[in-house]
């Protein structure tokens, strides 16, 4: 059981939008920022998004995140085949003094 | 570009130590949180503890009793030991580096490549 909630799978055809949510509490994500990770079969998981809705250097401009109270969220546009993976949010729980992930949640790119 | 390299025994009995090392080629040692993840098979990512460039360490709560995790500054190397294992500690293990602005929250980036470690009698 995650300490973050996400739904466990997403689907849309190509060229559309999607979006993924990750659900927490007042202890990780209202008062912390959250981190977005693509991990594609047979990888190591990849960062996409940081501090809420920043993107790393070589991430495009197709993958967003944003935050409010105690849910963050990561949008997809112009979805492509090769987004198929699982993606992951992250952040710090305060209770715990610990990083913790959500469940992850599966894109299927139909 | 830093890069990170693990590697370690993949194949242990119960109740054996589990012990990887993780090397950071390209990169500084300092301000970072030196962070160590795991994926049990079809399983979701799960944070086991993180070290700083001073030694000072921070463990999920649920591992606590068992996980170290070290530094050796002179090699440019992080490791993780966990003892008693079981059939349940069966997963993929990522060394990552984590990064930090505002604390304490952190983002991971990049990761090692990933061990799989298998508990089996």
């Known amino acids: 059981q995650s300490v973050l909630t996400q739904p466990p799978s997403v689907s849309a055809a190509p060229g559309q939008k999607v979006t993924i949510s990750c659900s927490g509490s007042s202890s990780n994500i209202e008062n912390n920022y959250v981190s977005w990770y693509q991990q594609l079969p047979g990888t190591a998981p990849k960062l996409l998004i940081y501090d809420n809705n920043k993107r790393p250097l070589g991430i495009p401009d197709r993958f967003s995140g944003s935050k409010s109270g105690t849910s963050a969220t990561l949008g997809i546009t112009g979805l492509q085949t090769g987004d198929e993976a699982d993606y992951y949010c992250g952040t710090w729980d305060n209770s715990l003094s610990a990083g913790v992930f959500g469940g992850g949640t599966k894109l299927t790119v139909l | 570009q830093v890069q990170l390299q693990q590697w370690g025994a993949g194949l242990l009995k119960p109740s054996e130590t589990l012990s990887l090392t993780c090397a950071v080629y390209?990169?500084?040692?300092?301000?970072?949180?030196w962070t160590w993840i795991r994926q049990a098979p079809g399983k979701g990512l799960e944070w086991i503890g993180e070290?700083?460039?001073?030694?000072?360490?921070n463990y999920n709560p649920s591992l606590k009793s068992r996980v170290t995790i070290s530094l050796d500054t002179s090699r440019n190397q992080f490791s993780l030991k966990l003892n008693s294992v079981t059939d349940a500690d069966t997963a993929v293990y990522y060394c990552a580096r984590g990064q930090c602005v505002v604390e304490p929250s952190r983002w991971f980036h990049p990761w090692g490549q990933g061990t799989l470690v298998t508990v089996s009698s």
């Open positions: 070290i700083n460039h001073s030694g000072s360490t």
């Open positions: 390209g990169g500084s040692f300092s301000s970072y949180y």
